[in-house]
């Protein structure tokens, strides 16, 4: 009597019920999506189990879609053989417990398979305000074996953007240009720091304070000046300006060349960059500086500069341009 009892049951339930455990694989996934639509959360979660890929990468899909009953079960995904399940239930744990999501990223960072660890990079460059937990995780994931990994991470770190043409350049502006005045600036007298573990940017170095700085000249590489290294290094100039011109239509900061690419502050406002990889050893550039230069006073000129290999640093003059 009992055992017609239970078989009675199992066909009044369905076969959400049996699916899951029985049937094919497109049977088992078929009865995962009806168990969905009925909020079968711990079903679907068993579905995480199975021994076909489609059917646990569909339990991990209806997880993801399922809200804050399924992080259990989405926690439990994380240590799926499967890497797109593990992914799946990433992106969806960051995102249903923002307070927790570090916990997630953390774990994901040290996932075996790359895609999952990008997710995690993701996160985490997108969190604001960025905390020092946040910035931590994305220096460990700069150090990441995946180069696209580590090209996330140090571009997620280093976030000044800013497109800079120089009015002499830009196609847009269709009147005559012509540098009315060239003020060069000094070759001594600049201040230079190595950074090897390229952090300064995160420690405020383009403010232009700070202790640690030494003496070094521009116009001639940084090796021949008793720096054999390659990587990135700060170079900082105080400079003072003349009155502002009567006639002034925009000022240039005109480089002559970086070896190889560089990254330019001015009085604590980021400018502009200059980074072609290796080819831009020896080019010139020139940055607008109308807005943040102060004439009349005193200007604090901050460069970031990477070096790849060979020499380095501001190798050739640099000055200030007026256009008119």
């Not at 439990?76 to 307070?99: F, H, K, Q, Y």
């Not at 996330?152 to 847009?172: G, H, I, M, T, Y």
């Not at 460069?303 to 200030?320: E, Q, T, Y």
């Amino acid at each position: 009597m009992g055992r017609l009892i239970l078989v009675v049951a199992a066909c009044l339930f369905g076969g959400a019920v049996r699916g899951a455990n029985s049937g094919g694989p497109a049977e088992r996934r078929d009865a995962l999506l009806k168990a969905a639509l009925g909020g079968g959360v711990e079903e679907v979660g068993r579905g995480l189990s199975d021994e076909n890929l489609v059917v646990r990468r569909t339990a991990a899909r209806l997880l993801a879609e399922a809200g804050a009953s399924a992080e259990g079960a989405l926690a439990t995904a994380l240590g799926n053989t499967d890497s797109l399940v593990r992914r799946t239930a990433l992106r969806a744990l960051c995102r249903l417990r923002p307070e927790r999501a570090l916990d997630w990223a953390r774990k994901g960072l040290g996932d075996e398979d790359p895609a999952v660890r990008r997710v995690a990079v993701d996160w985490l460059t997108g969190v604001e305000p960025r905390t020092d937990n946040v910035t931590a995780l994305l220096v460990k994931a700069r150090g990441d074996g995946d180069a696209l990994i580590r090209d996330a991470a140090s571009a997620a770190l280093f976030p000044f953007q800013r497109e800079n043409v120089s009015l002499r350049n830009r196609k847009d502006y269709d009147h005559d240009v012509r540098i009315a005045q060239a003020i060069p600036l000094p070759e001594s007298g600049w201040e230079f720091r190595l950074d090897p573990g390229d952090e300064g940017h995160l420690k405020g170095w383009f403010s232009g304070g700070g202790p640690g700085w030494a003496r070094i000249d521009v116009g001639k590489t940084w090796e021949s000046q008793g720096h054999a290294y390659d990587g990135v290094a700060w170079y900082r100039l105080t400079f003072k300006l003349p009155s502002k011109p009567g006639k002034l239509t925009a000022v240039d900061l005109a480089f002559d060349g970086v070896d190889e690419a560089a990254w330019v502050w001015l009085n604590g406002e980021y400018i502009g960059s200059h980074d072609m990889g290796k080819a831009g050893w020896n080019k010139a550039f020139q940055l607008d500086i109308t807005r943040e230069i102060r004439w009349g006073g005193e200007n604090v000129l901050v460069v970031r500069v990477f070096d790849s290999a060979a020499a380095g640093g501001i190798w050739r003059p640099v000055r200030v341009e007026v256009l008119e």
